[in-house]
């Protein structure tokens, strides 16, 4: 596959925000009303949002929604709350949590869904139809890329599923990456988000559907997480620029191509064992560029990108980082029990994600690369394994 497709006006700069009444306008010439989710009450003030509330014909709803991994109750709870006032604009400002939620509120405006039941039913066979609302994607941290893409994961514990809510006609209108939101995200939730964003574009380079536009966004994003990493560590100001830059970027990238095997084995060990999910998937780059090696174009290049000259460097870097952050660096100290291996290699192989890796991925497999990152290991037991 060639071809590359996203309709998403994106502002990266900083008060970008300060463009949000213009973009409200734009989408809603002769008034409507507009929906502001977001993660924290102190979004409000900003100048963007006071303009907003003053603009004629437009009315505002604002909500709070502080939830990690949203469920699939939710987004229920949220839509009851909202269907209402069923708005024309959804801003969600926040995390990719806020994002995935405030997406898959627009593809259910409109539509009489009067269970959790009814809205299970509607995501797993794709039924809700065209979005009714626009959205703006604001994010907060610099990682998921969820303003770019036309998905949103909803998990489903109950079912013990993770779902994912995705229309090509449900991209946001704009995403606004204004770097004075992303400065004041804790430096673990920041070097969390920022080893996502790497793995987006690393999962894109070998995904099944890369391409060549995909690749370019891809490398460019590497380079950027990578090379401003050691400065987001030790708190430097244009590390976080750098990093709200290159989110973007690989977000751009896997918006086409989607991600693959680390993607997919990390979704059970967040769901079960609370792991962030940008810890989750670093902990898998290395395992699964040894498992795709072969089939990865460029392959030296990529590693050269990441700052490495192999798997095993790449590794430890990995490992190093997550050790600064003071993030635990393997699923037993995660509290992942051993006996439980089996079983979340069976679920890692999560539909969409796990048939895009360009190598087979079997429980066999996924249950080796589980037991390489479960002990903690020091660096010299690495060197010598
Ligand atoms: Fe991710």
Redesign the pocket.
């Known amino acids: 596959m060639n071809d590359f497709y996203n309709p998403v006006h994106t502002f990266l700069e900083k008060g970008s925000t300060g463009r949000i009444p213009e973009l409200v306008k734009e989408l809603c010439p002769e008034g409507g009303s507009v929906l502001i989710l977001s993660w924290n009450a102190a979004v409000f003030e900003l100048a963007g949002f006071l303009r907003l509330a003053e603009l004629p014909g437009i009315s505002l709803q604002k909500l709070i929604f502080q939830v990690s991994n949203p469920t699939l109750e939710q987004l229920f709870a949220v839509y009851r709350e909202t269907a209402d006032f069923c708005p024309d604009v959804v801003i969600a400002v926040g995390g ?1 949590s806020v994002m995935d939620v405030g997406k898959s509120l627009c593809c259910l405006y409109g539509k009489k869904i009067a269970s959790e039941e009814e809205l299970r039913a509607m995501i797993r066979e794709k039924s809700f139809g065209a979005p009714r609302a626009k959205w703006i994607g604001v994010p907060t941290t610099a ?3 969820s303003e770019v893409t036309c998905w949103a994961t909803i998990w489903d514990p109950s079912q013990d599923a993770k779902r994912s809510l995705e229309s090509k006609q449900n991209y946001a209108y704009a995403a606004i990456a204004d770097p004075d939101l992303i400065r004041r995200m804790p430096l673990s939730l920041a070097v969390s988000s920022a080893l ?1 964003a790497m ?2 574009a690393v999962e894109s380079c070998w995904a099944k559907n890369t391409n060549p536009v995909s690749r370019a966004l891809a490398f460019c994003a590497v380079r950027t997480v990578m090379s401003h990493m050691d400065g987001l560590l030790s708190g430097e100001e244009q590390a976080r620029d750098a990093m709200s830059r290159g989110s973007l970027l690989a977000g751009l990238a896997f918006s086409n191509t989607r ?1 693959t095997a680390c ?1 997919s084995i990390s979704y059970p060990l967040t769901m079960h064992y609370g792991i962030p ?2 810890t989750a ?1 670093s902990l898998l780059i290395a395992p699964v560029f040894r498992l795709n090696r072969g089939r990865i174009r460029e392959a030296e290049e990529l590693l050269a990108a990441l700052g490495v000259r192999n798997e095993r460097e790449l590794e430890e870097r990995i490992h190093r980082i997550l050790r600064a952050a003071a993030i635990p660096d393997s699923l037993e100290e995660w509290g992942v029990k051993r006996e439980d291996l089996r079983i979340l290699a069976e679920h890692g192989m999560t539909k969409g994600r796990a048939d895009n890796n360009p190598v087979e991925l079997t429980a066999d497999g996924i249950e080796r690369m589980l037991e390489s990152i479960y002990a903690c290991k020091t660096e010299r037991e690495r060197a010598s394994a």
């Open positions: 990719g990682g998921t890329g996502d793995a987006h991600t993607h999910h940008g998937v």
